[in-house]
Structure formats: C-alpha cells, structure tokens
C-alpha cells in the first residue's frame, strides 16, 4: 500500500543521481493475491485496493462536483483510467483493478526491463532459435534469420511495429522467453503491478496471462523514466535493415524498407487526427484482449496518462478515440476534481522514503539516433499526418536536474524531455 500523501510530499529533496530501480535499496516484501488463470466474465464485486480504496470498487470512480466537467458518454471500454503521470493522482477511473488480456501493451513491461540490458551499438546475429516460438498471427516487423542487428534497430522494432519477432529476439539474448518472463514478472511485483501476470513477453494472448489498466499505467510511469524509452515511444518512423541480398552484379547489399508507429494518436489515421501534445506509448489488440491502449500526453503543463482496455463498441479505432476523449476530459478537468485514488510508487522507493529521478539506459547519452525521427509530442494544430509534425527530442540535461539535488513538489517528476517542445 502507498504510503500517506502528507508523508511522501514531505520528502522534497532527492540526489539527481538515484536510479528509478537499479540504485535504490531491496524491495521490501509486500503480499499480493496472486491474478485469477483467466479474467472473469464481468468485474468482480472486489478487486485490488493498491492505490486506494475507491479503485478496488467496479464501475466509474469520479468525483463530480461543480465545476468538474462531466465524463465522456461515447465511452464503452471494459476498463480506463485517467492519471496524472507527474503527481500520480489518478482523476478517474472505471474498473481499474479487473484484470484482462493486455495484448502489446505488455510490451511496455517488456522494455522497462530489459531496456537497461545492453548498448544501443550491441550487435546480434540472429539464429533459427531466437524466433521459436512466435505465435502464429503476430504482429511482426520483419526480422530474417542469420542476419545481424543493432539493440537499437530490435527496440524500434518493439515500439514502432509491435515486432513480436523482435521481442522474442531480445528475450533470447536475455537468456531466453522462460528467463525474461520470471523477471518480467519480478519487476512488476517491484512497480507493486500485482494484478499483472506475464506468460508470454511480446502479449501474444495466453492462459493466465493478465494485467489491468491501472498495472499498465503504473508501468508506462516507469518506463518514461528512462530517455531510452521516452525516445522509442514517440517515434513515428524509422528505417529498418531489411534482407542480404545479391544486386545485379552479383554483389552483396542489404536495403533497407521504413517502419512506422502503429499508435495512431501519434501517426494519425484517416478518421484519427494526430492528438495535439501525444507523447507515446502503446498499443495492443488480441482476439482474447481486444483493443488496448496506454497513452501519455502533455498540455498546459500538464502531463496524464490514460489507458483504456476493450473498448465494446464497434467503431473503427475506438480505443484511440476514446482515449483521446479521456486525455480530452482530463485537461479539463485537472486542478479541478478531487482525485479518487493515486499512483503508487515501487517498493523499493516507499522503503526508501524517497523520490527516484529519471533513470538511463546504457548509451543513451546524447540526442536521437541519426535514422530515426523521435516526437516529444505533437504540437497544436496537427493534421493527420503525424510525420510532418514530428519535432526532434532536444537533447542535453533535463531541465529538473540543477546541480547536486534538486527540489521538487511532486512524488513522481516526469523528466522534461517528454513535454511539448514549441516548433522551431
């Protein structure tokens, strides 16, 4: 359970160089029920208290009062939640804590642990083995046997297209699927994501395999944390390696074909606009799980995060739209409405007493990658076409770092990097 909030806000000053999970000390041991094999028919009557009592409860949790605008009606999604991924305080949600199939919104989980494993430069050849075992119908980004790639060039792979050839690629550099899932599932027990269970690391529905859209935002909130995820999360397009092979002169050449992000908030869709101030993350859809989604965006100052599971009605990219009504519904109603629960923070940091910063991964020093076209977030006014809106990632120090510690006013900062840069 979180601790108090006038306890927490209390511990103000932290060292710029605290790691969101590597430098802070032994997760205390804390119980949780273990997620059911399968996600029930309908809520059940108790779920889940992590967070506050009032996100254990089925239905809409939301506090109304004058001057609060009221919740969108298009909304038919199984679960949401609407957060402030700064201060954690979570504005509103509906059945937050029902555990369902996540589909590749899992794969958040996946990069916030393996993510600070290796060097962008790692180079890996891929053999036969490495893609044993990818479920029939996944999502794929096009990855060849006995050709070699950059760590680098896998995680676009992850973010951009979904690759579940290159998650099973990264799991077997990792030691293999059974070793990346045991610690996929220990780090979620860190984030205290405890209505999360992983069975397989790219989302691809199995039994058991379970999370919530309160667990998916807590694990988005990790994950931006890290520049490394912040960058992949918001980039539209890449150019990927694509296949060895012999040119008309019989030489050896290896082309290459462009990749573009699947989150259509962030690219745009023909009934989708870019939303203004999009920043990531992820998306997913299974048979078992539906459409799912976990977005983070910034306006005003303001940075939420929503997530929204199976949305019910058949409309064409319902998940985004009504995520975009929630993200809508937040600016709003932000500084305006009573929170009815909040974020929690991993254990390691509530043993601690104290608040992490922004943590790196090996070799994310310095801007974007040449190749790739990383958004902070899309400015006003985007059209559908969310390459030509995109704006670089400024490089150089966060701007909440000063000096040997800094103070802040909020238990969770979100690094800067992620805001909305104004267009040049």
């Known amino acids: 359970m979180p601790a108090p909030k006038n306890t927490v806000r209390r511990s103000l000053l932290v060292a710029t160089t605290v790691l969101l999970s590597t430098a802070l000390t032994a997760p205390v041991a804390l119980a949780a029920p273990k997620p059911p094999a399968t996600p029930s028919a309908t809520p059940p009557a108790a779920m889940s208290t992590v967070g506050g009592a009032r996100l254990g409860q089925p239905g809409t949790q939301v506090n109304l009062a004058s001057g609060v605008p009221v919740l969108p009606k298009e909304l038919s999604a199984r679960s949401w939640i609407v957060a402030d991924a700064e201060s954690g305080e979570v504005l509103a949600a509906h059945n937050a804590h029902w555990r369902l199939a996540p589909a590749s919104t899992l794969k958040m989980l996946f ?33 060849k046997e006995e050709e070699t790639y950059t760590v680098h060039e896998l995680w676009q792979g992850v973010f951009l297209r979904s690759g579940n050839d290159a998650v099973h690629v990264l799991a077997a550099m990792n030691g293999g699927v059974e070793n990346t899932v045991r610690e996929m599932n220990a780090h979620a027990d860190e984030l205290q994501a405890f209505d999360t269970q992983v069975v397989s690391p790219d989302g691809y529905d199995a039994e058991g395999q379970v999370s919530s859209a309160y667990d998916l935002t807590l694990i988005a909130r990790s994950g931006l944390q890290k520049k490394d995820f912040r960058e992949y999360a918001s980039t539209v397009r890449a150019k990927f390696p694509g296949e060895t092979k012999k040119d008309k002169k019989g030489k050896q050449v290896r082309g290459s074909f462009e990749i573009q992000n699947t989150n259509r908030l962030l690219s745009g869709a023909s009934d989708v606009p870019v939303y203004q101030g999009i920043a990531g993350v992820k998306n997913g859809n299974t048979t078992n799980a539906g459409a799912t989604f976990t977005g983070v965006a910034e306006r005003g100052g303001k940075v939420l995060l929503v997530t929204v599971m199976n949305p019910e009605k058949d409309e064409s990219n319902g998940v985004y739209k009504e995520t975009a009504r929630l993200l809508d519904w937040g600016f709003q ?23 992490p910063g922004p943590s790196a991964s090996p070799g994310e020093a310095g801007g ?5 076209q990383p958004v902070a977030s899309a ?22 770092l000063a000096g040997g510690g800094f103070l802040v006013n909020r238990r969770w900062p979100l690094p800067d990097l992620v805001r909305r840069r104004p267009r040049p």
């Open 111 to 143: 990069a916030d642990t393996l993510l600070p494993k290796w060097p962008k430069t790692t180079e890996h050849r891929v053999e036969v083995s490495d893609l044993a075992g990818v479920g029939s119908g996944s999502s794929m980004v096009g990855i």
């Open 333 to 355: 109603a932000a500084g305006k409405v009573e929170p009815v629960g909040e974020l929690v923070p991993p254990k390691s940091a509530v043993q601690a007493g104290a608040q």
């Open 368 to 372: 974007a990658v040449a190749g790739s």
């Open 379 to 400: 400015p006003a006014g985007g059209g559908t076409d969310g390459i030509g809106v995109a704006l670089g990632i400024t490089g150089g120090v966060l701007v909440l």
